[in-house]
């Protein structure tokens, strides 16, 4: 089990390696929208007061419609929030984690005291105090159906579902059936390609939100987020559009990638991982043309691209010629 708390978005590191300024580089490295929601004019009380109860109820309603809760999710500073928070739900225990997947929850619930062990099924899952999936799966997009999530859920103490690429895959949440011993995670900033908003959601049981909600303290969501949130989420044909174009441009890197003798791995319409002969080597070439990517020190022959802005494509498909 690891618990390097490796990430993308690394920038700074590429620069001093590679030179150049940050309006030179292509950042590929995470899987953020490259085209965010148009952010609409912010109240200047959203800057100026505390969010009130009533501020973050308005926000709570719109992520309940928009994601299909049957409970009302509790807001945070991001799904990294609720990730930090999770592990001091209950006394330590036992914990599996669906591998290889994001680092943050291995390493968030060591460091709470959990005994962690990565598997590599859903079945060996079952018998964990708690249990976390993500789903679609961070970096080989391996995506699991509901009702194979739900027949694990009574096979553990918890279920932890992480779904902050799951704007992307709607027909594969779980968030409506979130409730005691299931916890589904939400990311705002990835899809909407916000992600210095900081905002993110759980859904799950009363008791279990209680305790969040008392542990992140007040004012968990600054009023801007709670603002531009708000208009965002109700935004559902902004949110259609979104999905036909993630899709036309994932497909447009695949191209790219089997040019240049890449293989697909897998991974979601925000990001794409392949199969290189030497995931460094195909680093370092792309970062020579300032173009920054991911790659995992467990598996030596990976390699993963987020997409590129419209106005960018020229830039990754020269370097990949």
């Known amino acids: 089990m690891t618990s390097d708390r490796d990430h993308g978005g690394d920038l700074d590191r590429a620069m001093q390696t ?8 292509l950042d590929l490295s995470t899987g953020i929208n490259p085209t965010p929601y148009p952010v609409p004019q912010i109240p200047p009380r959203a800057w100026a007061t505390l969010p009130t109860a009533a501020d973050v ?20 500073a991001g799904a990294q929030a609720a990730i930090q928070l999770i592990p001091r739900l209950a006394t330590p225990g036992q914990a599996r984690v669906l591998a290889p997947t994001y680092n943050e929850h291995a390493a968030a619930l060591t460091a709470a005291g959990w005994t962690v062990t990565e598997v590599g099924t859903l079945k060996d899952l079952a018998g964990a105090e708690l249990a976390i ?3 679609p799966n961070n970096p080989d997009g391996r995506c699991h159906t509901p009702n194979a ?8 103490g918890r279920l932890v579902v992480d779904e902050s690429f799951g704007d992307v895959t709607p027909e594969a949440s779980v968030v409506r059936h979130a409730g005691p011993g299931l916890l589904v ?3 705002f900033g990835k899809f909407y390609g916000l992600a210095g908003l900081r905002l993110g959601f759980v859904f799950c049981g009363p008791p279990d939100a209680a305790r969040l909600r008392e ?24 949110a259609r559009a979104t999905r036909a174009r993630l899709t036309r441009d994932a497909s447009r890197l695949d191209q790219l990638a089997t040019q240049a003798g890449w293989t697909l791995i897998g991974g979601c319409s925000l990001f794409r991982t392949y199969q290189v002969a030497h995931a460094g080597d195909s680093q370092s070439q792309l970062a020579q043309n300032h173009i920054w990517t991911r790659i995992f020190p467990y598996a ?3 390699i993963r ?3 590129p802005a419209q106005d960018r494509w020229d830039q990754l498909e020269t370097a990949l010629r």
């Open 57 to 76: 109820a308005g926000l709570v309603n719109v992520a309940q419609n928009t994601y299909g809760g049957t409970c009302k999710p509790v807001a945070l």
């Open 18 to 25: 590679y030179g150049g300024g940050s309006q030179d580089w």
């Open 185 to 187: 995670l939400r990311s």
């Open 133 to 135: 999936v993500v789903n």
């Open 149 to 156: 999530l739900l027949d694990l859920r009574g096979q553990v």
């Open 305 to 307: 691209l987020g997409l």
């Open 300 to 302: 030596p022959t990976w």
């Open 215 to 238: 542990m992140a303290g007040p004012w968990s969501v600054s009023g801007p987020a709670i603002s531009i949130g708000q208009e965002a989420l109700a935004d559902h044909a902004w």
